[in-house]
């Protein structure tokens, strides 16, 4: 017998309130038999599987480097966005070895784009460790990744099942959905993690963990998507206990969010005569740890006042407030930044940073909001010669 969680699935009873979907044969009371599941979704995954960049294809043996790249750039992004990067950065870093040889700045420059610049950080320091703790070959087990740079405990699972055909659940915001919704749990996420796991560990097959891990995946995102649910075209569906309450489309419940805070900063946009900008670069640990920045103050949730940001700036100039606020949405709060502009004369000298001639801004591993203030200040500046 399988638990969920406010009731065991044989005690699980649907709310006057709600409609059981008629078109399931599930009952009520009918008891979820676990071993039926993985056959089934085997089966689906042969004709429907999605053919992906990093994906073995049938027959191949699985790359643990690429399987592991992609695990990584697939946190915190999505599939469609991904594709065109893998391509891009694996004819860049062929290998593991050809990774843990290159400089940091090269990884991070090669991840601009995806966000999150500390799996790029990490992704760097796992290649050093693999080739300099595992000969240039991933450990084989869930203990064994765990134990690398920026691998997790889904992460692991999910390299152990694909690359090595581990018996591993790999438990990722797809899975706990579909898991959640299998199972009829209704106790919300966060707090129903591990009771999900658990659940999805009690599914995975002894042979072809590896296909069924992404099975789950895949059917996560073609058919038990997070609104309107296909159920009708559902390989597990006739098993599926929220269907059969008119429960699927409300799971995973969740607990509701706090509001995201918004933070504040003035940044300096230092110009020289021949054009150059300044640029520093963030401490390695921390947000945006290692990338290249235009210098601002501290990001707080008070705003600071512009002549208190003056006294701040990185070097001497007369500043002028551009036009318009840049703004970026993180994780875990929002930011809105001031931008000043300033001229200084050629002979300008600081250590708050490095003068970076306009045409070379490409080449700086600049985030995604860094990009924004560029991007706002070179327009401002050409809005105002015309
Ligand atoms: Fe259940 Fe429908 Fe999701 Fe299939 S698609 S697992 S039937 S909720």
């Not at 058919?223 to 429960?247: E, F, K, N, Q, Y």
Request: aromatic residues 6%.
């Amino acid at each position: 017998m399988v638990t969920t969680g406010h009731a065991t699935v044989e005690g699980i009873r649907p709310r006057e309130c709600r409609a059981p979907d008629p078109m399931s044969p599930i009952a009520a009371e009918a008891v979820l038999d676990t071993d039926t599941i993985a056959p089934k979704l085997l089966r689906w995954y042969d004709r429907h599987r999605r053919i992906l960049p990093w994906r073995a294809k049938p027959g191949e043996t699985p790359d643990a480097y690429r399987v592991w790249l992609s695990e990584i750039m697939l946190q915190q992004t999505t599939v469609a966005t991904v594709g065109a990067y893998f391509d891009r950065f694996v004819a860049r870093f062929p290998t593991v070895e050809a990774l843990a040889n290159a400089s940091l700045d090269d990884v991070l420059h090669a991840w601009q784009g995806l966000g999150y610049y500390a799996r790029a950080r990490n992704l760097h320091a796992c290649a050093r460790a693999v080739m300099a703790e595992h000969g240039g070959r991933f450990p084989g087990t869930v203990e064994g990744l765990r134990a690398l740079p920026g691998i997790g405990a889904y992460t692991a699972a999910a390299i152990a099942a694909i690359a090595f055909d581990r018996k591993a659940a790999a438990v990722d915001g797809n899975v706990e959905r579909v898991v959640a919704r299998l199972f009829a749990v209704e106790a919300p996420l966060p707090a129903a993690k591990a009771e999900l796991r658990h659940l999805t560990g009690t599914l995975v097959p002894d042979r072809r963990a590896g296909d069924f891990a992404q099975a789950l995946m895949d059917l996560g995102a073609a058919v038990c998507t997070p609104r309107a649910p296909r159920c009708i075209l559902c390989p597990i569906g006739d098993s599926c206990r929220g269907r059969g309450l008119g429960l699927a489309e409300t799971l995973p419940r969740r607990r509701a969010k706090a509001a995201r805070p918004t933070r504040r900063g003035i940044a300096f946009w230092a110009v020289r005569p021949d054009g150059s900008v300044l640029l520093r670069r963030r401490p390695e640990q921390g947000l945006l740890g290692g990338m290249v920045e235009v210098p601002s103050t501290e990001w707080q949730e008070k705003a600071i006042s512009e002549s208190a940001a003056r006294k701040e700036a990185p070097v001497r100039a007369s500043w002028v407030r551009l036009p318009g606020t840049v703004r970026h949405a993180f994780t875990h709060f929002n930011l809105e930044l001031a931008v000043l502009a300033g001229e200084t004369d050629a002979k300008t000298k600081t250590s708050a940073g490095d003068w970076v001639p306009l045409d070379r801004l490409s080449e700086q591993a600049l985030p995604t909001v860094m990009k924004k203030v560029v991007n706002h200040a070179l327009g401002v500046a050409r809005r105002s010669r015309r």
